[in-house]
């Protein structure tokens, strides 16, 4: 079996919410990464999370990121906080890993990346469903030019917010959530992973509901003044000249449209959830009359959050480059922040970031593992 034949990174998970239970399982399936530790402003949560994992001992935040022994910080806080507390990881000495998205604005992400620069030190960010089956064999499909060029793309989340579920849903409706920069980091990197990256953009935003009321469990009843734009219509023009119509909502009851897809000059793929590591893809060729099954050519078709975390540990020893990158989320960050200022000031907005596409996974991974 094919185990990285360096000692594993030590990570601290900061952040012991809804999605953290994800990430504790990741530390103990991928082999180049494991938890040891966990924290939380609510101290008994890393408590109750440290009884749950074996090997993770809960400690206050300070003494987390005083610990010699954690190479990196996972940082699952909620999205207000996400640079302060990357920041306060970077200056602590270790890596770091966030949920999305990387910032809240340009300037703190920017400030992020230059701060682990100077530092040595790696920053990466969720989502890493592009690293599952279903994007991977996408990415597959359209470099082996079986929809040629590629010259549009549509991509549509669509739902009615997330307060019928979470516990804790006020973070959704807060400057860092509404549909677009909660839901629209998984459209935005899936299609940069298979385009490339964005040139320019232009947007319309609207807000339907200026308050929502929870109906989840412990705080039904509750109400959320609404800070962002709750319906977010987009259209960005790649790089490598193909136009793409992105519409994320928070707004709507029901939709009958397709997740993504992604048209070329000699075909059309039908990609599945970009929330999801596997899922169903489908091609229509150039005169074709139906859509063909496809199968997955890649690794991890179900639930592998945490993979991203495992390839930047791996890339950490190896001395190579990460693919959930922290210059991976800010041009997603530009693009989502460029969304909302188009729409406020009425013209197209040029995105002034340009990383390179992410490099594809290798086809044959070992559960666990991300290099071959
Ligand atoms: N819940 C999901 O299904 C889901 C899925 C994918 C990504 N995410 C992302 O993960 C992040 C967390 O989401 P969640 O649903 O787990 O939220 P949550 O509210 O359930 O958990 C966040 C936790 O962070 C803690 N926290 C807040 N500020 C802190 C600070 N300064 N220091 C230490 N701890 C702090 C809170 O006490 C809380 O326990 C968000 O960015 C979200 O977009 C969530």
């Known amino acids: 079996m094919n185990l990285p034949k360096y000692t594993p990174l030590k990570a601290g998970i900061i952040g012991c919410g809804n999605i953290s239970d994800r990430y504790f399982q990741a530390g103990a399936r991928f082999h180049d990464f494991s938890v040891i530790a966990c924290a939380d402003l609510q101290e008994s949560r890393a408590r109750e999370k440290a009884l749950q994992y074996p090997g993770v001992v809960g400690m206050p935040v300070s003494q987390l990121l005083d610990s010699k022994a954690i190479d990196l910080a996972i940082n699952l806080t909620v999205p207000g906080v996400h640079a302060e507390v990357a920041a306060m990881a970077l200056e602590a000495g270790k890596h770091v890993y966030g949920e999305k998205p990387l910032a809240l604005r340009t300037s703190d992400g920017a400030a992020l990346l230059a701060l682990a620069d100077k530092q040595g030190l790696r920053v990466g960010s969720a989502p890493d469903t592009f690293l599952g089956a279903g994007m991977q064999t996408a990415r597959k499909l359209i470099d082996d030019g079986w929809i040629g060029r590629p010259v549009a793309a549509t991509a549509f989340m669509q739902c009615h917010g ?73 259209t960005l023009e790649f790089v490598q000249g193909a136009i793409v119509t992105l519409v994320t909502s928070f707004d709507v009851w029901r939709h009958s449209m397709p997740h993504l ?97 992410p490099d594809a996974l290798d086809m044959d991974l070992r559960d666990g593992c991300v290099r071959t």
């Open 162 to 234: 997330h307060e019928h579920w979470h516990p804790d849903p006020e973070f959704y409706y807060l400057q860092g959530g509404g549909p677009l920069f909660d839901m629209g980091p998984y459209y935005l990197t899936a299609l940069i992973h298979l385009l490339g990256p964005v040139k320019r953009v232009c947007g319309l935003t609207s807000q339907a509901f200026p308050e929502r009321i929870i109906t989840s469990e412990a705080k039904y009843g509750t109400v959320v003044h609404v800070e962002v734009p709750t319906h977010v219509a987009g």
């Open 261 to 357: 897809e992604v048209h070329g000059t000699t075909g059309s793929l039908h990609l599945p959830d970009p929330n999801t590591f596997g899922g169903e893809l489908l091609l229509s060729r150039a005169g074709g009359e139906t859509w063909e099954h496809l199968p997955h050519s890649h690794g991890y078709p179900t639930e592998a959050r945490g993979i991203g975390v495992a390839d930047m540990a791996a890339a950490i020893q190896r001395k190579e480059p990460h693919r959930a990158s922290g210059a991976l989320a800010y041009h997603v960050l530009e693009i989502m922040e460029a969304l909302h200022t188009s729409a406020d000031q009425g013209q197209h907005i040029s995105i002034r970031s340009c990383p390179p596409r």
